[in-house]
């Protein structure tokens, strides 16, 4: 079992900068993907970005060029810095992991932009 520790979210102006972060505990298994999704107001779950073991990167459209996911392999856990926010950037953002096994997610943290 994994287990998905977030942080870093919180309330933040019309073009400011936020960084997430995710540590992640537990047994891992094989090879693993880790990424964050976000789920606005009303809105369906999407993909914000994730990353490979190999450092393979995927963002999703609407934050190409603004946010940029790292990860650290060591502690295993995941970043996201988010730059230039955008009021329709509010969500809970989740962190999560994909091993050979499982999909494991995170409770998730707020991240609100004022405009």
């Known amino acids: 079992q994994v287990q998905l520790a977030e942080s870093g979210g919180g309330l933040v102006q019309d073009g400011g900068s936020l960084r997430l972060s995710c540590a992640a505990s537990?047994?891992?298994?094989?090879?693993?993907?880790m990424g964050w999704y976000r789920q606005g107001p009303g809105k369906q779950r999407e993909l914000v970005a994730s990353i490979t073991g190999d450092g393979r990167t995927n963002y999703g459209d609407s934050v190409k060029g603004r946010f940029t996911i790292s990860r650290q392999y060591i502690r295993v856990a995941v970043y996201l810095q988010m730059n230039s926010l955008k009021p329709e950037d509010t969500a809970v953002y989740y962190c999560?992991?994909?091993?050979?096994?499982?999909?494991?997610w995170g409770q998730g943290t707020q991240v609100t932009v004022s405009s």
């Open positions: 537990g047994s891992i298994f094989g090879s693993y993907v």
């Open positions: 999560n992991l994909e091993d050979s096994r499982l999909n494991y």
